[in-house]
């Protein structure tokens, strides 16, 4: 599977933007998807997940409460909702599939990942 993560951009503290990663490739609806950002002079980090049917949804500590994760089967596509942003959260947004939950969560034996979308929150 192919992924193309979009719709970073600059915002201002407090503000909101939706990222979008479309598929391409593969049968998108077996996958797990998930979300991982790297700001500058840090590691890769998890930011969020979503099951194959999009029932359950996991979310680092860091964003839970202000992000939202979401699938549309149909259109292979995993999104992003990012509201409250703040300059903490700047960094490159890349999106993941993987098979099971926990490995997306981890991380690791992922399949694919997106070419990353850089998001700036200005403050």
């Known amino acids: 599977v192919q992924l193309q993560a979009s719709g970073g951009g600059l915002v201002q503290a407090g503000g909101s933007l939706r990222l979008s990663c479309a598929a391409s490739g593969g049968r998108f609806s077996s996958y797990v998807m998930g979300w991982f950002r790297q700001a500058p002079g840090t590691e890769r980090e998890f930011v969020a997940a979503?099951?194959?049917?999009?029932?359950?949804?996991y979310y680092a500590d860091s964003v839970e409460g202000r992000f939202t994760i979401s699938r549309d089967n149909a259109k292979n596509t995993v999104y992003l909702q990012m509201n409250n942003l703040n300059p903490a959260d700047t960094a490159v947004y890349y999106c993941?599939?993987?098979?099971?939950?926990?490995?997306?969560?981890?991380?690791?034996?992922?399949?694919?990942w997106g070419q990353g979308t850089l998001v700036t929150v200005s403050s």
């Open positions: 979503i099951s194959w049917s999009g029932g359950s949804t």
């Open positions: 993941a599939a993987g098979p099971w939950s926990d490995e997306v969560v981890a991380g690791t034996q992922l399949d694919a």
